[in-house]
């Protein structure tokens, strides 16, 4: 049963790269039916995983309550993010750059692995009834190697600069923070004003064990991918990072995997993986940066 849901997933995927037709359909309907299966065995590991890894800091593991009401959240936002949004409203929302009345600081949106912009339908409405400037990508191929990702965040950055002459703030959910920071290798520590990640396996996962996509390979503990990238961060780099991470992270585990020494850390208690674009602390941290001329220094804090 856990083969036929990853396989619904890879099917969905698929649909979405066709566009809205029938396979799309048919690849919801799928997913529907699998995804409770899937969040269950996530959520088993992780819970695992995660309690083991409390115990070495002398932490007691969460309550299962507190498991199962983040299992609930991650079932209801999942389906609506992957059986109908991504499907069929990536384009609901355009990027935000032609109109005249759009001011201020730029904003680029990063997705992760198996998502497309559309994860950030939300966003994109009160970023545009702030006249903020923005740009969602979609990085493509799906399946492909991370580092192929770096030429659509180049153009997307420097649309964003010629359009408001100033360094964009970064926002990437999971795989997208691993984007953001390759891309960032291969340019000034300058060009970003912020980045900030939403439960990115900066460490690695151990769900990515089970990877088949080479970028899901490259999200693998150990993997010298990661090695690579840790080692490209550097002082400048980790001085204008933020990483939220979670507990409940179904995804990104052992939970501390998500943090990135040096940089500003959020702990968010018990959001799961996808439901944190929906927690309110990174809305505000990112609002908060869109107001900030500077950078401040690298320190820890725990998100309400």
């Given at each position: 049963m856990l083969l036929w849901t990853l396989l619904a997933l890879m099917l969905t995927v698929h649909a979405w790269t066709r566009g809205p037709d029938g396979l799309s359909v048919a690849a919801s309907l799928a997913l529907v039916l699998?995804?409770?299966?899937?969040?269950?065995?996530?959520?088993?590991?992780?819970?695992?995983?995660?309690?083991?890894?409390?115990?070495?800091?002398?932490?007691?593991?969460?309550?299962?309550?507190?498991?199962?009401?983040?299992?609930?959240?991650?079932l209801a936002t999942?389906?609506?993010?992957?059986?109908?949004?991504?499907?069929?409203?990536?384009?609901?929302?355009?990027?935000?750059?032609?109109?005249?009345?759009?001011?201020?600081?730029?904003?680029?949106?990063?997705?992760?692995?198996?998502?497309?912009r559309a994860l950030w339908l939300d966003w994109m409405r009160r970023l545009r009834a702030q006249r903020r400037p923005f740009i969602a990508v979609t990085l493509e191929p799906p399946w492909g190697p991370i580092e192929r990702y770096v030429g659509q965040i180049e153009e997307a950055v420097r649309r964003l600069e010629q359009r408001t002459g100033m360094a964009p703030v970064l926002v990437a959910h999971s795989m997208?923070?691993?984007?953001?920071?390759?891309?960032?290798?291969?340019?000034?520590?300058?060009?970003?004003?912020?980045?900030?990640?939403?439960?990115?396996?900066?460490?690695?996962?151990?769900?990515?064990?089970?990877?088949?996509?080479?970028?899901?390979?490259?999200?693998?503990?150990?993997?010298?991918?990661?090695?690579?990238?840790?080692?490209?961060?550097?002082?400048?780099?980790?001085?204008?990072?933020?990483?939220?991470?979670?507990?409940?992270?179904?995804i990104v585990f052992p939970a501390e995997t998500a943090r990135l020494e040096g940089a500003i850390d959020f702990v968010l208690a018990d959001a799961p993986h996808v439901h944190m674009v929906w927690h309110p602390a990174p809305w505000a941290e990112v609002q908060r940066w869109l107001a900030t001329p500077s950078v401040a220094g690298a320190g820890s804090g725990a998100a309400p």
């Open positions: 699998a995804l409770p299966i899937l969040l269950a065995a996530q959520f088993l590991w992780m819970f695992r995983v995660n309690a083991a890894h409390r115990r070495t800091l002398a932490q007691s593991p969460l309550p299962w309550r507190v498991a199962l009401r983040a299992y609930a959240q991650e999942a389906l609506c993010v992957f059986a109908w949004r991504q499907p069929f409203r990536s384009t609901a929302q355009p990027d935000n750059l032609d109109h005249p009345d759009v001011d201020g600081r730029g904003l680029l949106l990063i997705h992760g692995f198996a998502c497309n997208g923070g691993l984007a953001a920071r390759a891309w960032w290798a291969t340019t000034g520590p300058e060009r970003v004003h912020r980045l900030i990640t939403l439960g990115t396996p900066h460490h690695g996962t151990a769900l990515a064990r089970l990877a088949l996509a080479p970028n899901a390979r490259q999200m693998r503990r150990g993997n010298p991918w990661l090695s690579a990238l840790a080692a490209a961060d550097g002082p400048d780099r980790l001085a204008r990072s933020t990483c939220f991470w979670s507990w409940c992270d179904n």
